[in-house]
């Protein structure tokens, strides 16, 4: 079933072309687009609905596996009327990319100075790992894994909201980015600690984040957020680290935000799985 989504040799061609381009400006997220690993992704994206919204319309997530797709399988809609049910089956807001989905991957993973490196730095660190784990076993980049997927990046696009929409935010804007995967990676760090897992599940099945996740995520980020901005937490022995930027993206401050104490307050049951579940 579906064996042409799952071939696991890699695509030779766009191996050919990322070597043959490692001295111009094609991107490396541009050069994998071939890889079968994104095909079955892309392959998902385009039959895997939603639940039904409260409107009872049940949209899919849009996987733009080489750049301008989206944009491209809108136009081929030749009416308005076609135009229009596009847009309701594939929100855009549902539309991510290769380098969205290697932020939302590397941040699960608790990477976030790697992601704090920019989208392309992130991607080509990531890349060759994803590409080895699906090639060793590719049956298992099922439906499963692209719902999963999905909940990761509703769980890093509504941790972006959410810190954008605060209060302590708006009273100190500024390093967000760095803010969203430092976040997430803590959070998952944090439960690690008590041998829970986010239910992604939960997050699939409601295309949202739970009131008391968010709460949580809130009071989260707002910790995480005045650390980077306090000149004594960006120190690595006696060397002070001026730029905060470039503080995140040093392996030292993902170190010393798991040295730091916090306790989760707000996550319920329905929010977290057992480690061995």
């Known amino acids: 079933e579906d064996q042409e989504d799952f071939d696991p040799e890699p695509d030779f061609k766009a191996r050919v072309a990322m070597y043959a381009n490692s001295q111009n400006a094609v991107n490396a997220a541009d050069l994998a687009s071939n890889h079968p690993y994104h095909i079955a992704i892309d392959r998902f994206s385009k039959r895997t609905l939603t639940r039904p919204n409260e409107e009872g319309i049940q949209t899919k997530w849009f996987y733009e596996r080489a750049r301008g797709q989206y944009l491209t399988s809108k136009r081929q809609r030749r009416t308005d009327a076609k135009k229009k ?14 380098t969205d989905l290697a932020k939302f ?21 990531l890349w060759p790992q994803l590409a080895r784990e699906f ?21 890093f696009k ?33 439960l690690k600690k008590e041998k829970k897992e986010i239910n992604l599940s939960n997050i699939w099945d409601n295309q949202a984040l739970s009131d008391s996740l968010s709460k949580e995520i809130n009071d989260l980020a707002s910790f995480v957020k005045s650390n980077i901005d306090k000149q004594e937490f ?41 480690e061995n579940q």
């Open 85 to 98: 049910e596009f847009d309701r089956q594939f929100p855009r807001g549902q539309l991510f990319n290769k």
């Open 105 to 125: 991957e590397n941040s699960w993973r608790m990477s976030p100075h790697i992601v704090a490196k920019g989208a392309q730095n992130n991607f080509k660190t």
């Open 135 to 155: 090639e060793a076993s590719p049956e298992d980049y099922r439906d499963n894994y692209f719902k999963d997927m999905v909940a990761k990046a509703i769980l």
């Open 158 to 190: 509504s941790t972006d909201k959410i810190i954008f929409s605060s209060e302590w935010y708006k009273r100190s804007p500024g390093m967000k980015a760095q803010t969203v995967t430092y976040t997430v990676s803590m959070l998952r760090y944090l």
């Open 234 to 274: 960006r120190v690595i022995g006696s060397r002070e680290v001026t730029n905060a930027g470039e503080w995140c993206k040093m392996e030292a401050c993902w170190q010393k935000f798991q040295e730091s104490s916090y306790s989760l307050k707000y996550t319920k049951d329905t929010d977290t799985l057992n």
